[in-house]
């Protein structure tokens, strides 16, 4: 079975672009989790989807930050305009039901570059 | 509010030695706890998990108890490799709110030969 997919894998931008980061969960999976891992802060999460529905977006950090989910197979992770701090990996998880025992799989991330 | 201490890195060791890394955490429900292992370049793999208390979680020659009386999940393993190396997070889950991972800061394991 396909695990969880991101895309891009790697990418470098200028500051100002707008950059899109792409996942696609496991089929089946109703839970989807936005994380962001830097040096300084370890892993963060930034936002939680449940059956679509933004769940908790407390830790997107800023305005500049935007997630979607607009369907089970597809999330998307946008920021505009991009700044060098924002430069990190950036993971998308997702999990069978919204039980707490349950395995949360994560993606190969999406390292990101803004100079 | 729920969080996970875990103990600083990186540590280091030779080929076939015994390690633990020390997990501690704090949780306003009754979590489940988990060992998420990150190697160069990788996106986080479970290791292993527990449940429920005096639930011991296995696998690859790793092992960690739950011990709710202790509030911790320490992570062991007999006699550790050079493949073994990599960063090793702590987390949790509890079924309260919304069940989200809350992670540890990581712990970097470096085995050398």
């Known amino acids: 079975d396909a695990g969880v997919i991101q895309s891009p894998r790697h990418e470098v931008t200028e500051m100002g672009q707008e950059v899109t980061l792409r996942c696609k969960p496991i089929?089946?999976?109703?839970?989807l989790f936005w994380y962001r891992q830097t040096m300084m802060r370890g892993l963060e999460l930034l936002i939680y989807f449940n059956n679509n529905v933004p769940i908790d977006d407390s830790g997107m950090p800023e305005d500049r930050f935007s997630a979607k989910m607009p369907n089970a197979s597809f999330s998307t992770l946008k920021i505009q305009p991009s700044e060098p701090r924002d430069s990190a990996v950036y993971f998308c998880?997702?999990?069978?039901?919204?039980?707490?025992?349950?395995?949360?799989?994560f993606g190969e991330g999406s390292w990101l570059t803004v100079v | 509010g729920d969080s996970v201490t875990q103990m600083e890195g990186p540590v280091t060791l030779s080929e076939e030695a015994f390690l633990t890394i020390n997990c501690t955490y704090t949780a306003t429900g009754y979590p489940s706890l988990f060992w998420y292992v990150q190697y160069p370049g990788e996106g986080l793999q479970l290791l292993l998990k527990a449940t429920k208390a005096d639930d011991k979680g296995s696998n690859k020659g790793f092992e960690a108890t739950y011990r709710k009386e202790t509030t911790s999940f320490h992570l062991e393993k007999g006699s550790v490799q050079v493949s073994d190396s990599a960063v090793y997070f702590c987390?949790?889950?509890?079924?309260?709110?919304?069940?989200?991972?809350?992670f540890g800061t990581g712990t970097r394991l470096l085995v050398s030969p």
């Open positions: 987390a949790l889950s509890v079924d309260t709110g919304f069940q989200k991972l809350v």
């Open positions: 089929s089946g999976h109703n839970s």
């Open positions: 998880a997702s999990r069978w039901d919204s039980s707490s025992g349950n395995t949360i799989y």
